[in-house]
């Protein structure tokens, strides 16, 4: 029996919180209960079973404790997640979204295997083995508009690979969220510079920055961009 008492989040809906707002614990509500998908904490309370949402683990985790200002979910969210690995935070978007989809994108087989054997009863989630550098490549396994993309790739081009895969799959209306990993881990100025460089490069290919949060405290050297498409 745990004494920790659940709250919804004041702002998303299907996120839980728990504890005083300096110290907040973050949870979604188990889609398939009584399972774990990384070790992570298991809490009932009033007779329903919720999985903690580690900030550490997980950047889009530390972007919702940043209090971002877009309220960028939606119960029934088409997603298309880029770097899906063993499936650390899409399990938590497939309790927090149980009547969307999430495609998720992984190019190592080695974690895409862990992932189908981490979320086979799961519904809401398709793997797909493909590299997020040829959006071209997996447009027969995804079968609806994208409302929102999210990336975290770690790769030095992200925001290439994430305008290739924005103009081929989201929405007019959609949102794209970048974790923008700077590459250098000495240096505040490099890493500053690295932001700046993605920055234009989204701006010069019509997306907008509607914000930006810095989640330094849980990740090193990772600021999140929240992007839209600029109106024509
Ligand atoms: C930082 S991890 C992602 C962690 C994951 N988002 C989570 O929170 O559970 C980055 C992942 O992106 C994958 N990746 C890197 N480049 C990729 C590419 N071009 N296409 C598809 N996956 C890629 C890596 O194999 C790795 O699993």
Redesign the pocket.
Known sequence: MSNVEIRNHPKFNNIYISGASENLKLYSKNLIPGTQVYGERLIEYRGIEYREWDPY????AALILENPFTNFFKDDLKCL??????????SHLSDIIPNGIIYG????ER?IRQLIQNTSTRANIIPIL????HPENYTKSIFTDIDLIYQ????PNQAE?AIANSNYYLKDTGILIL?IKSQSIDSIEKSKKIYEQEKRTLEKARYEIIETSNIHKYAANHIIFIVKKKAI
Request: glycine share 10%; proline share 0%; charged share 20%.
């Open positions: 683990r997980s950047k889009l997640y880029l770097g899906a690995s063993s499936g650390t935070t899409i994108v992984e190019f190592a974690s493909g590299d997020a550098k975290d790739v770690s790769q690979i974790a």
